[in-house]
C-alpha cells in the first residue's frame, strides 16, 4: 500500500517525463534501466512539507506495523537533518553538491516504470514536447527542468529493501523558472490543479521496482517544525 499526495507549485529538476533517463551502471556495476523521472524541491517554509510529513508517517505506520516504530525511523532517517540511503525524501543543506538558489529544503526524487500523466498549463494532455495527445499543437506552457509544477505522487514503503520510495503519477506546469541544466495507480486531472485536497490511499504494484536503484543517505530532528 502506498499514499497519494498531490503538491502544488513546487520547483522540478532533473526532468524525464516524456522519455526516460538514460540507462545507467548500479555502485556494484549493475545495469540500471532508465525510468520515467523527476525530482521535487519544497522550500523549507513550504506548509506542503507539513502534509508530507503526515503522509509518510502514515504510510511508515502502516509498513512497519506501528507508530513508534515508524516515528524512531522518521527520525533516523527522513526529512530535515537527514539524507539517508533509505529514504528518498532528504534534506537539501545535507546534499554533498549544495543547488545555487535552493540550498535549504526538503527536495526528493519520483520514478515510475510507466510514463506519467503531462499536462501543459492549460490542461491539455501530452506525451510527446510541443503536442498533445491528439497530435494538436499546445497552445499553454510545458513542463521543463527548473519551472514550478503541480506534482501528483505516490509515497509508499518498499518492502523487500525497508526504503521509503516515491513514484511519480503526474505533473503540470505551473509557473516559469530559471531552467536547470542537466503503477497501478495514475494521476487525474483533479490531481494536478490548482485546488487543494487531502491525500487520497493508493495502491501500487511493487514489481516494477524490483531493480530499484534509488536507495536514498542520513538524519532528522523532528522539532524543528
Known amino acids: 500500500m502506498g499514499q497519494k499526495v498531490n503538491l502544488k507549485n513546487v520547483r522540478i529538476g532533473w526532468v524525464n517525463v516524456f522519455e526516460r533517463a538514460p540507462d545507467s551502471v548500479s555502485q ?3 545495469p540500471v534501466k532508465g525510468k520515467f523521472q523527476l525530482t521535487a524541491y519544497l522550500d523549507k517554509k513550504d506548509p506542503q512539507i507539513r502534509k508530507l510529513d503526515d503522509v509518510v508517517l502514515e504510510v511508515l505506520t502502516e509498513g512497519l506495523k506501528d507508530r513508534k516504530a515508524a516515528e524512531k525511523w ?3 532517517n527522513y526529512g530535515f ?3 539517508a540511503d533509505k529514504c528518498a525524501i532528504r534534506d537539501l543543506s545535507e546534499r554533498d553538491k549544495p ?3 535552493i540550498e535549504e529544503g526538503i527536495y526528493f526524487k519520483a520514478t515510475s516504470q510507466k510514463k506519467p500523466v503531462i499536462m501543459t498549463s492549460a490542461g491539455e494532455r501530452q506525451t510527446e514536447k510541443g503536442m498533445t495527445i491528439d497530435g494538436d499543437d499546445i497552445e499553454g506552457q510545458e513542463v ?3 519551472c514550478y ?15 521509503l520510495m ?3 503519477l503526474g505533473v503540470r506546469f505551473r509557473e516559469d523558472g530559471e531552467a536547470f541544466g542537466g503503477a497501478g495507480e495514475v494521476a487525474t486531472d483533479d490531481d494536478l490543479d490548482d485546488e487543494d485536497e487531502k491525500p487520497t490511499r493508493s495502491r501500487r504494484s511493487r514489481d516494477e521496482d524490483d531493480d530499484e536503484d534509488e536507495r ?9 517544525d
Open 99 to 101: 543547488i545555487e538558489g
Open 81 to 83: 537533518g537527514n539524507h
Open 74 to 76: 522518521m527520525d533516523k
Open 166 to 168: 516515491v513514484n511519480l
Open 28 to 30: 556494484d556495476g549493475k
Open 144 to 146: 521543463y527542468a527548473g
Open 149 to 163: 509544477a503541480n506534482v501528483s505522487v505516490e509515497v509508499y514503503w518498499y518492502d523487500k529493501f525497508k526504503t
Open 216 to 224: 536514498p543517505r542520513r538524519r532528522r530532528n523532528r522539532d524543528e
